[in-house]
């Protein structure tokens, strides 16, 4: 880095200047002084030797590089940064396919296979297409995603979100079963009766939502049937929807 602009008698300037000023005293002699000081400016200038040094320094420490951070701004620009939760898309697509209607425990878990399969097909198409860029930040600065560790995050994900689900419905289950029995209670009560009974009623037209046995593993083993005919499938021949249904879990 050089340094210009300071004079090897700046030193001395100052000391003459002020001198003159405590010597003579005078208003105008002070101005005078202090806009020859002011003229003693310092100007930095970074050569391409210290850039270069500035890179190789941070480089050995273990930070982001130079060129790393200048090709992260101008990503974060291009909005091309992604931090993707792909659970939470896995929701979102659940609750669309859902439609706000009240589902059967089996329709939400099929919902939450048709979501998966969406998505995978949504990264598949996008890689081949060669219209699918996404970036994460890490601890090395930023890195480009490929299509298989895209994937395997959708897989992570998604056993993520059917322990989650299948725990969520046996206590949603268990809570029914013991609101049912309050229910028979409350429905001999004359007082409260017709209460007890509207909800009684209602429970038996939606009929019994039974959790199917080992659903965790079926909804495991409808995305790998998935994963096999998936790469059979032909997306400008075939529909996904037609592909889904013969992996239903039923």
Request: glycine share 6%; net charge negative; proline share 0%.
């Amino acid at each position: 880095m050089a340094v210009t602009g300071i004079g090897s008698n700046y030193n001395n300037n100052v000391h003459e200047a002020t001198y003159a000023v405590q010597k003579n005293g005078t208003r105008n002699q002070k101005e005078n002084v202090e806009a020859g000081i002011a003229k003693q400016f310092v100007t930095l200038s970074i050569s391409d030797e210290g850039k270069e040094y500035y890179r190789n320094s941070v480089q050995q420490e273990g930070h982001e590089s130079y060129d790393t951070v200048l090709q992260r701004r101008q990503q974060l620009k291009n909005e091309k940064i992604s931090f993707i939760d792909y659970g939470l898309e896995l929701q979102k697509k659940a609750v669309t396919n859902a439609g706000g209607n009240i589902l059967s425990t089996t329709d939400k878990a099929n919902n939450y296979v048709t979501a998966y399969a969406e998505l995978y097909d949504e990264i598949v198409q996008g890689y081949e297409n060669e219209t699918r860029e996404k970036y994460v930040a890490d601890e090395s600065g930023t890195h480009k995603l490929t299509k298989d560790e895209e994937l395997d995050a959708l897989d992570a994900a998604y056993q993520k979100t059917v322990d989650n689900f299948v725990t969520m419905e046996k206590t949603n289950q268990h809570a029914r079963e013991i609101i049912g029995e309050e229910m028979e209670k409350i429905s001999k009560i004359t007082s409260r009766s017709a209460l007890a009974a509207t909800y009684l009623e209602e429970q038996k037209s939606r009929g019994t939502d039974e959790i199917p046995e080992n659903l965790s593993g079926k909804m495991y083993d409808a995305i790998f049937l998935f994963k096999e005919k998936y790469a059979m499938f032909h997306s400008d021949a075939d529909s996904l929807s037609q592909l889904l249904i013969s992996v239903k879990i039923s």
